[in-house]
Structure formats: structure tokens, C-alpha cells
């Protein structure tokens, strides 16, 4: 059974660096095809692509925020780390973690898992 | 193309077909995948690939595709049919992802 959880602070001050922890069981992301992206939804609104790191290492990142974005993974724990830094209350929001496979340039079949999501305050 | 639109919002009498659609260049590239989001939960997938269903999703869902447009229909929606629904995609360079605006879903 696939399965992936999110986890990290509740809330963080305004400034502060943000970082959330994905853990995953049943996959591999050393297996080909295989990509964790991370997804935000503040109340209310759309669901925004954050970022992604693929089997190969591979990180890309939405335009928007890659320069307060990194992300990386540790195989040993099945985790996949996102750090988000000058957090701001506009940044309040649910933050996903989710599955993709057969991630290959001219394919893309969705996200077939998502973790329960963890909601992330910026307030001070 | 770095965006894909959504009606924000449509409804459908009870058994009735309804079609929910997303637009974007990068469509004419890539496949749409649609999400099913009800209140307080996780987004789930509907629909992938040219119309495939993940295990579990029932077979009045199903998707199709032409040129930028991409559409999820719901043949005789039912009451839990009611949710959010998301269409999501690469970009045309296939280096981001992105996710439309959403469609609120009312069945009457």
C-alpha cells in the first residue's frame, strides 16, 4: 500500500523558514518514473505546485517561489524535505505531498497519492 | 503556456450529465489529470492519461481531450459527486506543473 505523510510546524513567524517533511512507504523514488511533488492550498482557494524531485535527482520548482524553495530527499528514511523560507502570512496554507509515476518528458499521468495534507499558520 | 482555466463554477440536476472543462496551451502536449476534492480532505484522482480511471472511481467519470481543451464529464451525477474538481498538467516545456483554478460542482 502506497502511502505518504506529511509533517512539520503548525505555525511559523512571519521571516522564518519553513520546513516540511514528507515520508512515504510502498515505492521507491529510485524507481524509474517515479517523482514526490509538493502542492499548497491556502483556505479557500486553488491548489499551486510547489516543487517536485524525480528518481533521478531531478528538482524543478514553481517560477514563482524557486528562490525561496529547495527540496531534497533522503533515501534512507523515505523523505522527501521541502524548506520554504521569508515565510509570510500570505503563505498560510494546507501543504501536500503526492505521488507521481511514469514522469517522463512528453507524459504525465497525475498524482495517484496524496498524503492527509498539514495545515501551516504564519502569524506572529 | 504557464496556466490553465476553469470555470469556476457549474452545477447539474441530479442524473444529468455535466461537463467540466480546463484550457491551456500546454494541453496540446500533455494529457490533463483531474482531481475530486470534497471539503476538509485531500484532492483524489479521477482521471488520467488520455481516459483512464484509477482503481475504485466509478465508470461515469471519464475525460477527453481536443487541441487546448480538456474535459472531465460525469454521466448521471450523483448527490457525492458534489466537490471541488481540479484539472492539472505539465507546462509546455514539461519542467513545471501546474494546477487550474478549480470548479465548484453542485448537484441540484
Known amino acids: 500500500q502506497v502511502t505518504l505523510r506529511e509533517s512539520g510546524p503548525a505555525l511559523v513567524k512571519p521571516t522564518q523558514t519553513l520546513t516540511l517533511t514528507c515520508t512515504f512507504s510502498?515505492?521507491?523514488?529510485?524507481?524509474?518514473?517515479?517523482?514526490v511533488s509538493w502542492i499548497r492550498q491556502p483556505p479557500g482557494k486553488a491548489l499551486e505546485w510547489l516543487a517536485l524531485?524525480?528518481?533521478?535527482?531531478?528538482?524543478y520548482f514553481s517560477t514563482s517561489l524557486k528562490t525561496r524553495l529547495t527540496i531534497s530527499e533522503d533515501t534512507s528514511k523515505n523523505q522527501v524535505v521541502l524548506t520554504m523560507t521569508n515565510m509570510d502570512p500570505v503563505d498560510t496554507a494546507t501543504y501536500y505531498c503526492?505521488?507521481?509515476?511514469?514522469?517522463?518528458?512528453?507524459?504525465?499521468?497525475?498524482?495517484?497519492?496524496w498524503g492527509q495534507g498539514t495545515t501551516v499558520t504564519v502569524s506572529s | 503556456s504557464s496556466e490553465l482555466t476553469q470555470d469556476p463554477v457549474v452545477s447539474v440536476a441530479l442524473g444529468q450529465t455535466v461537463r467540466i472543462t480546463c484550457q491551456g496551451d500546454?494541453?496540446?502536449?500533455?494529457?490533463a489529470s483531474w482531481y475530486q476534492q470534497k471539503p476538509g480532505q485531500a484532492p483524489v484522482l479521477v482521471i488520467y492519461?488520455?481516459?483512464n480511471r484509477p482503481s475504485g472511481i466509478p465508470d461515469r467519470f471519464s475525460g477527453s481531450s481536443s487541441r487546448n481543451t480538456a474535459s472531465l464529464t460525469i454521466t448521471g451525477a450523483q448527490a457525492e459527486d458534489e466537490a471541488d474538481y481540479h484539472c492539472?498538467?505539465?507546462?509546455?516545456?514539461?519542467?513545471?506543473?501546474?494546477f487550474g483554478g478549480g470548479t465548484k460542482l453542485t448537484v441540484l
Open positions: 503526492a505521488r507521481s509515476t511514469q514522469f517522463y518528458f512528453g507524459y504525465y499521468y497525475g498524482m495517484d497519492v
Open positions: 510502498g515505492f521507491s523514488l529510485s524507481t524509474s518514473g517515479v517523482c
Open positions: 524531485i524525480n528518481w533521478d535527482g531531478d528538482k
Open positions: 500546454s494541453l496540446r502536449t500533455y494529457y
Open positions: 492519461g488520455k481516459n
Open positions: 492539472n498538467s505539465r507546462d509546455s516545456s514539461g519542467m513545471h506543473v501546474l
